[in-house]
């Protein structure tokens, strides 16, 4: 389709963003993962009954001293627990090295086979410190598909024996330094570490190791046998829910009721010994990350991002795209703006109720980028081109249509572009007199033009007061039609009022011209009704607003013989027929202009008062039976008789019609002829 080619850009836009989301750069990942970080922020919050949590607060350091305290304060807490029947005691906290005070075997001796579990941390040093592996039952190679840690710092073995499981610490921040996912397993060269969660489900459950399947694509799940199985991405991650609030109790109190049947997590929040990690949710302590993601695996509220929702999301995306930039094109501008709005609402919905009902992840970022840029760029193009057609319709027609027709022409172009078959009342005009006029300029060309140009505002300013359109000036002549491009239902008794206010112009005309000493000038017009084929036409490279068909053809036609008939305007027989009774006519012939058969009855128009003037019409009337009747000497006598009626308008007309009588004398008539005078000039 030949609008196409205009909107090359908006689908190269298109084309561009598609490639850049197949590419996933850094502003599309980090857009697509705060647009996740609003849904959880906006998700209704919960309350754990399963975990508890043990501050080791400033109370707690006003309590028990400085830190690190002596392990056997820790073993004191973990006793606490065990005596309120608490359940796996999670220690987020690293005993890389020995105590100073020397409270290691005492802890040791407490951890032993009471279900505690203590923590390693993954570390940039390729080395391998009391490192704590785990054994791994395998369904293929999950190896390619793990977090790597350069080598892991774990707690001093007399401690990581004693406990009842280690796990790492470590969380795996995204581009933006926001926690939003925890790997399950991690690995160092062969060897696979749990996490602390992943961990503390197998202490729970006694089981000793881990089963994990792995295919193509990566790890699809994992699970402690004695446990439900937990989906994972291709990674071995897991989305965090932070929409849980947990019980927390400070070390430092003497009621540890709370714990009973709890799983619990010892962790640091004191000043200068709580580290802290970025959220989802705001800065929270980098043991939130344990229980909230242990929490996410207890409760099966397992967050689902499908390996394949990136290529759906930004097929989506395109697709609708391309529906926008065919809608901006067709579309009022309204109905663009509504449908961008609904896609936005749409979007925003299907995300927010996915993700409530379902706990699915689904990008809208991307979409609603791709639809406003698009959209806006779609809709930047379409007012251009809008803009640049008006104003091309402004240069092509200011001078040739009034403003209201080129204000109509503006807000809907396509009346021009799109041709239309249609009734029309069609006016040629021509200067008579130019012969004299010129002559009267000798050399002086620029004077002459001048003038011309008067003459030509003088006779258009008549057709744009009436809405009529200028189709073109041919030297000294003019051409306008009526009811095209703006409708008007009386268009034939609006041509015929535009013709003589033309005349009435051109009288008005030549006394400025006459009072410079400049010989007057005339006009002749022919005006017809009929049906016309309207639109732009012409070659590629130079084009116009024209209009074509018989009825023009018969107009120009008209025109050309107001010479040979003496008068100032000629009339079709269409028009005559449908102004009959709103103007002065008088018929002229029955004629068959050049390159025609049948005979046209063709009229003048007069600007008289019909009553005055009824008896001499009357005699005009008689005057044409006789001339029909071949009653040619009682014609002349007429014309005769008629000479100097109508204030001398048609004196020209009847020495023509007496000079036509006198030759149809000398002629051999048929009994049937039908009075239709053939012409043989244009």
């Not at 089981?207 to 295919?215: G, H, L, N, R």
Request: net charge neutral.
């Amino acid at each position: 389709m030949k609008w196409i080619t205009h909107w090359t850009t908006v689908f190269v836009t298109v084309f561009v963003l598609t490639l850049t989301g197949l590419q996933d750069p850094y502003i599309k990942e980090t857009l697509r993962l705060k647009s996740f970080d609003l849904l959880q922020i906006n998700h209704d919050r919960t309350t754990s009954n399963e975990i508890v949590i043990i501050n080791i607060d400033e109370k707690s350091i006003e309590k028990y001293g400085q830190w690190p305290w002596k392990r056997t304060v820790m073993a004191d807490i973990i006793e606490r627990v065990r005596a309120n029947e608490g359940g796996v005691i999670v220690l987020p906290i690293l005993f890389s090295e020995q105590d100073r005070l020397g409270g290691d075997e005492a802890f040791a001796t407490t951890i032993k086979d009471n279900g505690v579990v203590l923590a390693q941390v993954g570390t940039a040093q390729s080395q391998n410190n009391n490192a704590v592996p785990r054994g791994v039952a395998k369904i293929g190679d999950p190896l390619p598909w793990l977090f790597e840690w350069p080598g892991m710092l774990g707690p001093i073995k007399s401690l990581s024996t004693a406990a009842g499981g280690v796990g790492v610490l470590n969380t795996a921040p995204e581009i933006d330094g926001v926690t939003r996912r925890i790997p399950l397993l991690m690995k160092i060269g062969e060897e696979i570490y749990p996490a602390l969660a992943l961990e503390t489900i197998r202490v729970a459950t006694g089981d000793p190791s881990y089963q994990v399947k792995t295919q193509e694509g990566g790890i699809t799940a994992l699970r402690v046998p004695k446990y439900k199985t937990i989906q994972t991405d291709a990674h071995g991650r897991i989305w965090i829910r932070w929409a849980y609030d947990f019980k927390n109790i400070s070390a430092a109190d003497e009621d540890f009721s709370a714990v009973k049947g709890k799983t619990v997590i010892i962790g640091t929040t004191a000043e200068g010994i709580g580290s802290t990690i970025a959220t989802p949710s705001g800065t929270q302590y980098s043991y939130m990350a344990v229980a909230s993601s242990l929490q996410t695996v207890l409760m099966g509220d397992n967050i689902v991002r499908y390996d394949f929702a990136n290529f759906v999301e930004l097929l989506i995306s395109t697709v609708t795209a391309i529906v926008v930039v065919i809608l901006a094109r067709f579309a009022a501008y309204w109905i663009v703006g509504v449908g961008m709005i609904a896609l936005y609402v749409a979007a925003l919905y299907f995300a927010n109720y996915f993700f409530h009902s379902r706990l699915q992840l689904w990008d809208v970022s991307w979409f609603i980028i791709t639809l406003t840029i698009v959209g806006m760029h779609a809709i930047f193009n379409r007012f251009v081109r809008e803009f640049t057609l008006k104003q091309q319709i402004k240069k092509q027609f200011g001078g040739y249509a009034s403003p209201m027709v080129v204000e109509m022409l503006q807000k809907n172009p396509d009346i021009i572009k799109q041709g239309v078959k249609k009734e029309v009342s069609i006016c040629f005009s021509d200067l008579r007199g130019f012969t004299p006029l010129g002559e009267s300029f000798g050399n002086d060309v620029k004077g002459l033009t001048e003038v011309m140009n008067g003459y030509m505002d003088a006779i258009t300013k008549p057709v744009l007061d009436a809405n009529g359109m200028i189709i073109k000036y041919i030297g000294d002549a003019s051409m306008h039609i009526h009811n095209a491009p703006m409708d008007d239902p009386e268009h034939p008794k609006t041509a015929v009022r535009t013709a003589l206010n033309m005349l009435k112009a051109v009288e008005l005309f030549n006394e400025t011209l006459t009072a410079k000493g400049r010989p007057p000038v005339g006009m002749g017009a022919g005006i017809n009704t009929g049906l016309g084929y309207i639109g732009e036409m012409g070659s590629t490279q130079r084009h116009s607003y024209d209009v074509l068909g018989d009825a023009v053809s018969t107009t120009a036609r008209l025109e050309s013989q107001c010479k040979n008939y003496g008068v100032l305007l000629i009339v079709g027989p269409e028009t005559h027929r449908r102004t009959v009774n709103d103007f002065f006519y008088l018929k002229l012939d029955d004629l068959a202009v050049k390159g025609k058969t049948v005979g046209l009855d063709i009229y003048t128009v007069l600007d008289l008062n019909s009553q005055e003037h009824n008896n001499d019409k009357e005699l005009h009337q008689a005057m044409h039976e006789d001339y029909r009747n071949q009653r040619f000497d009682a014609a002349i006598a007429k014309c005769k008789k008629l000479k100097g009626s109508f204030h001398g308008l048609m004196d020209k007309y009847y020495k023509m019609w007496q000079e036509r009588c006198e030759y149809m004398l000398t002629q051999t008539l048929p009994k049937n002829w039908n009075g239709v005078f053939i012409a043989t000039t244009k």
